[in-house]
């Protein structure tokens, strides 16, 4: 397998081919936005909607690029030693999923990092949308196998990038709290998080968030959690997008043209409304606040909160609007979860898409 060095040369490539790809097309046009600039930060932005010219028009970036990973902790006196067709057993079966439901790829084997001799095995679950790689290392010392368990959705175009770099050098970061970090993890690895409780501190990017996964806790047992035990780490915002009207408009609330702009366009059968804006004026012509969505699909309705920030501004005879809104989740798999968001990150994302606008006024951040 590469080494992580290998892997971030590897991204690298990627994000150049993927970002190079779609502009040649729309340097034409005189948008009042910097599109090559917006699409250099995130983890997958994509244009998704381009209308017009310099006179009137829309844009929309969007990232929804789900992703996330789970570390376990499992003693190493109730596993099999540790070897390939170990991993591969524990990829296959530890969901209780099976081998009918797990395609392994040829993906599998092993490399030294960090001190430690890890091995590697890949599959397919729900089929085909989601790719999970299992990343397993032992700690005699502490009697406690890791594995890391990292996803991405292949159904939402989830670069493999965030598998094979982000998040493989996010679980190699973790060790006993209190020994210090290795001193060759990457600056996006921004932030400690430690868990006394379970003996373990990693590292992870500022916009995400970790914290510790009760799905298994009913069968813990007796056991010490500093040897048996899980913690996630999420994204804080997903489903991200930023909205750029501009032209001629008709006199509307906020609230009336956030209603228009934020919903996705999902086809004829598909009925994506807005059933509530609810906003706080933090400066003349700017907005901080929360929306509730609603998506009815062959019967069956899907509710879907949001944080955003919005403004509205005049430039040249020109009205302008736009939006910066993710997602906000209460729950993941019928787990209550919080920090998903936090309004530092999202100040921060619209304060650099306003900074691309080339009339915007600063962004407010309080």
Known sequence: MRTPIIYIAF????IFLYLAAPLHSQEATEWPVDVYAQLQEGISPKVTIALGDERRGRIRISEDSWWMFLLHLRPLDEGAPLSLRTTKDLLINFWNTGSKNVQL?????SYDTMGKKVYYAEALFTQGTIRTRFLVWDDPERNRRYIADMNINIGKDTPDSLLLV????IALSARAYNTPPPGNLPEWLSKEESFEDINLSINIPEDCSASTFPGFNSLRGERPASEWASMWVLPKGSNWRMDLTWGPQAAESPEEWIKEQLPDSLGSE????????????IAPGQWIGNAVTTTTFNRRETVESWRLVAAEWKSQGNTYRSLVACNVFNDKWGIKIDGMIDDSLLHSRAARWFARIQSAPAWQAR
Do not use: S
Request: aromatic residues 4%; proline residues 0%.
């Open 11 to 14: 991204a690298g490539v990627f």
């Open 270 to 281: 598909a009925i994506v409304e807005v059933k509530q804006v609810k906003l706080e004026e």
């Open 166 to 169: 982000t998040q493989q050098l």
């Open 105 to 109: 790829t040829d993906e599998a084997g």
